[in-house]
């Protein structure tokens, strides 16, 4: 077994933890990693085919939310079909340096968005589902990333946890699918891709039902934020690493991109733990206490529907 073997085996484990717990996550955490020593062509169509089952699993333990949420997000999965057959054509004909450094690009500012907790609420969702569910459908395809947008819209949309994981499950099944046909299609699986798969497959079934466990035991939004912590600072890593390997930067000054995603990190971390976990502490409350909730227009970090999407976390 090779280092890189081995090291797969380690990161999926840890990634399948992380979508056990939250529902999403295997690939935010795989990929980012995985780059480092993997180009797109390889890992995608092997995380592809094992994401359509994790996806299904997801939404057949969350199927009785489903009857609540599908026409909500229909609108997303209707657009996710151009978005998946545009992001496997660059798949196959991008150069893979370029592809994997276009990859962490994108996935920064998402990942740091999400970090921040902004979320207000989109009235007109079937209008702008079809458009999301356009640039989700490419930025899956290209990456077999899609959890941090989608975490964004659906949280912005106040829904409860099981209500979530449905919605969730329901479009990254979707996504999944279209995109192993389009891989397919466009013949991307290859010998090399297919062999990375035994060494994925024991981590999911080993870790996702460990992730589980953990969520039960912690509050979903402190594990989420630590995650996209950890997320971050790879992403960070890798942008550095790429811009040296892309004779971007010819120094190691490419390296400060790492320092100033490590300090921007570090201060939404420090926001998270002194101010957001507290409101999102006192919502809890005042569910509990069947006290109204205060005015959150002032703000714009919300924290829709808290105290179900905590009560229902052990769904």
Known sequence: MTDQQIALIVITFGAAIVNGALGYGFSSITVPIALLFLTNRVLNPALVPIEVVLNAYVLWVNRDALPRVWRRVLPIVIGLLPGVVLGTTIVSQVNPGWLRFGTFLVLLPLILFQAAGYRRPIKSEQSIGFVFGGGVGVLYSVTTISGPPLAVMLSNQGLTQKDFRAALGFIRLAESSFTAVAYAYAGLYSVQSLALIPYILPSILIG?????????????????????SFDAWIVGFGLATLLKDLHLVESNLAYLVLVAVGILDSLLLYRFFSVQLPEYKRAEERARSGAPAPDSGRSGTQWPNAASRSATAQD
């Open 208 to 228: 996702v039902p460990i992730g589980g466990l953990i969520i039960r035991r912690i509050r979903p939004e402190t594990f989420r934020r630590l995650c996209m």
